[in-house]
């Protein structure tokens, strides 16, 4: 794009009182558009990635986004992030990916203003309680030799419902639940069920660790 009423992004973060850290997006010329992912890309929409010293860890449809402790080694890091069009390509001026960075230094386990709840790790598969079983919606999801069954799609939520994911991984690996932060892990060759309560509005993607494989989306409106 032209610099001349090209899309602006600026990160800005603060330590969470209770784990990790919060981190909020200033955009100029852009807006987000979570409903239109995978459409036709449109001046000044889309959405944002994030990443962790180069590495993607997440896809960002809205100005705030929750950062866990869990997510981020101790040590100096750089968090970048990028805005990119409805298709997926980046928005860039003159060759130049629009993105904005800070500085993150998150403290080793058990140091002074380090976050308890960022170090528990990702939850065992357990059997479902008589409770848990009664979710509104169930998506079964299979993972084998690094494709998805069925394909990636959005599983539509109203706020407020009960979804189970019940995921069968070929090998070992981590669920992930952006915007959630809920995580569970994946024994190789068993089926591993995470209910949660969707109380969150928008678009969640739901992702693997170790394969960075997409599973499904939760749009919860």
């Keep these: 794009m032209p610099s001349q009423g090209a899309p602006e992004v600026q990160l800005a973060l ?11 997006l200033s955009v100029k ?5 979570p409903d239109s992912a995978g459409g036709a890309a449109l001046p000044g929409a889309g959405h944002a990635h994030l990443e962790l010293d180069g590495r993607k860890i997440a896809r960002l449809y809205g100005p705030w986004f929750h950062l866990p402790a869990a997510q981020v080694p101790d040590g100096a890091h750089t968090l970048t992030v990028r ?7 980046a928005w860039a001026v003159s060759g130049k990916p629009v993105e904005g960075t800070a500085q993150l230094t998150a403290p080793a386990p058990g140091a002074s203003g380090g976050h308890s709840h960022g170090d528990a790790p990702a939850q065992s598969p357990q059997p479902p309680t008589p409770g848990q079983a009664q979710a509104d919606r169930t998506v079964t999801i299979t993972v084998r030799d690094g494709r998805v069954s069925p394909a990636p799609a959005r599983t539509e939520l109203r706020r407020g419902e009960r979804v189970a994911l ?16 809920k995580e569970l892990a994946l024994p190789a060759g068993q089926e591993a069920t995470l209910i949660l309560t969707a109380d969150r509005t928008g678009l969640f993607e739901v992702e693997t660790h170790e394969s960075s494989l997409v599973l499904t989306q939760l749009l919860v409106r």
């Design 166 to 181: 019940r995921v069968t991984s070929d090998r070992a690996d981590t669920l992930h639940v952006h915007g959630y932060d």
């Design 29 to 33: 010329n852009f807006r987000f558009t």
């Design 14 to 24: 603060r330590p969470d009182s209770e784990d990790g850290w919060n981190l909020q």
């Design 83 to 89: 805005l990119y069009a409805d298709d997926h390509t």
